[in-house]
């Protein structure tokens, strides 16, 4: 992948992807690969959105079968599915365990109920899927088992425990990565840090965007026949100089990354405003979320207040009442803004649906707008958006194979044996932990990355002292991923900083790194650290 605006508005595109998050990548890759000519831009970096602060989970909608939304449960166990068998090296089984009281719904017989139905639709869970990941039936379990097994339950009222499986993605922004290459490698044109500006437009028709190259300040315009708005919080941006709204209210989602070591399961609790948290444990930390505000929010409300953290605090402590979580144990604040669902009383709550709205009804063609929430169902989404398209443009049918093609690095069906190899042919001098990572990473490419340091020992060791992250993984992200900040490659790129500011030290490193790759100035590396500081400010994280 190669960063070339230019090749923006060299021809009239079939389709154009205004927002480069998870909807956005999948529907330029699944476009792509069934041959329409595709661009897609983004006016920060690729996920850097709501995409980069999901829970790191892949779930089977579990959820969805308390409201008897079938066919939603059913789509959620095909996609979670799908991407174990599209990229067996970016999910791994995951065991979840949610405590059991004396209620109709929430007790014993409501989940052995609901297990049931749950065996029903997910009957070929693991259909395809490597051994590894199999992923066994849910099952309730006793209250001494429960207090055995899973010693961070809240005890209160205890019956048992509601257990299960989905899967956890540990490099997750990776894998959301893997569809920008996919995409690009199905001829697709991707830029990030290009925003648009307006809609272009010939009469009452969409024919483009009006961009701006945020590395230069220049302006371009790039045509084409469809235009997909896929940016997330911001989608009335692009609507608003057409008189437009995509009449999505939105809501404030937040997760937290904590200093504070987790075990090998992920556990649920309720607190007394009724909300239904999970502590993850994800390199080797405690992850926890979802909190989300009660009331919509504007689009730019992308901050999260210290009172707000607070009170997610107390209803952890609530859930889990021997967590006695402090605010100094938070190094992330995962934080984003997501479509909802607005009641008449003004309280608001995860919109469990995407909504896809066809301008063409309000007497504008050319223009799609699409906001979702679920990671897991992305690829769902996109398949059947492409088929609209397809149909727009008066396209023949074309089958969509992205549930059946491997994401790059995805060929791997053996994750372990990759990573028996890998420590037997180039472990020697890398940090103990680095083929692990690579592989989870990059998955059968890890070898790109350990050939580019041939030759470059300085490349083969740590860049911060507690991550597993080698000098060359920068390096390739420069070259070949389109990083053109240090924000690009410490934070999504890599994983350098995913459990908050790795260090001055760590920062320089990478800045020096990357730097050198770029041609930076001094100022500029100065600018680029004071940058990547501000990014874990005191409204987004406490520095480490």
């Known amino acids: 992948m190669h960063r070339d605006v230019d090749l923006l508005t060299e021809r009239t595109f079939d389709v154009l992807v205004v927002g480069g998050g998870v909807y956005g990548l999948t529907i330029a890759y699944d476009a792509a690969q069934r041959g329409l000519a595709v661009a897609l831009i983004e006016s920060e970096d690729f996920g850097s959105g709501a995409s980069f602060n999901h829970l790191r989970t892949i779930h089977g909608g579990l959820r969805y079968l308390q409201a008897f939304d079938i066919s939603r449960a059913r789509e959620s166990v095909h996609e979670r599915r799908t991407l174990a068998r599209i990229a067996p090296h970016a999910v791994q089984p995951l065991i979840f365990a949610l405590p059991l009281t004396r209620s109709l719904t929430k007790g014993k017989l409501a989940m052995r109920a609901g297990f049931l139905l749950d065996r029903i639709v997910s009957a070929g869970r693991n259909r395809g899927v490597p051994a590894a990941h199999r992923l066994p039936a849910g099952r309730v379990v006793s209250r001494g088992t429960a207090i055995q097994r899973f010693p961070g339950l809240r005890r209160q009222g205890l019956t ?267 472990d020697q001098g890398l940090p103990t932990d680095t083929i692990p990572h690579l592989v989870a990473a990059y998955g059968s490419r890890y070898r790109d990355v350990l050939d580019l340091a041939d030759g470059h020992p300085e490349w083969r060791t740590r860049v911060a002292e507690e991550s597993p992250v080698i000098g060359a993984e920068l390096v390739w992200a420069v070259r070949k991923e389109m990083a053109v900040t240090l924000r690009d490659a410490v934070i999504r790129r890599t994983p350098i900083g995913a459990l908050g500011y790795p260090g001055d030290a760590a920062a320089e490193r990478a800045g020096r790194i990357v730097g050198a790759e770029l041609g930076w100035s001094e100022a500029r590396l100065r600018e680029e650290l004071d940058a990547l500081r501000a990014f874990y400010g005191s409204e987004n994280a406490l520095k480490t």
């Open 160 to 426: 048992g425990a509601a257990v299960w499986y989905d899967y956890e993605t540990t490099e997750a922004d990776r894998l959301t990565f893997a569809w920008a290459i996919a995409a690009a490698e199905h001829g697709a044109v991707l830029a990030n840090h290009v925003e648009a500006i307006a809609p272009t437009r010939d009469g009452r028709r969409v024919v483009g965007v009006r961009a701006r190259d945020r590395q230069t300040g220049r302006e371009l315009e790039i045509g084409a026949h469809v235009t997909v708005n896929a940016a997330g919080a911001g989608v009335d941006r692009l609507l608003i100089p057409l008189s437009l709204s995509a009449s999505v209210p939105l809501l404030k989602a937040m997760n937290l990354v904590t200093r504070r070591e987790a075990g090998e399961e992920a556990l649920g609790g309720r607190s007394s405003s009724g909300r239904h948290l999970f502590l993850i444990p994800w390199r080797g930390c405690a992850l926890f979320g979802t909190w989300e505000s009660e009331r919509t929010c504007a689009p730019d409300a992308t901050g999260v207040s210290e009172a707000e953290i607070a009170a997610f605090i107390a209803d952890l402590n609530q859930a889990f009442p021997s967590l006695d979580l402090k605010r100094a144990d938070v190094t992330l604040v995962h934080r984003g803004i997501v479509p909802a669902v607005a009641s008449p009383n003004g309280r608001a709550t995860l919109q469990g649906h995407e909504q896809i709205r066809d301008h063409a009804s309000e007497g504008v063609e050319g223009l799609i707008t699409v906001a979702g929430t679920k990671y897991t169902t992305a690829r769902g989404v996109a398949e059947r958006i492409t088929d609209r398209l397809l149909a727009k443009l008066q396209h023949a049918p074309v089958l969509c194979r992205t549930a059946a093609t491997p994401l790059p690095g995805g060929g791997l069906r053996d994750v372990r044996l990759a990573i028996a190899e890998a420590r037997r042919e180039h």
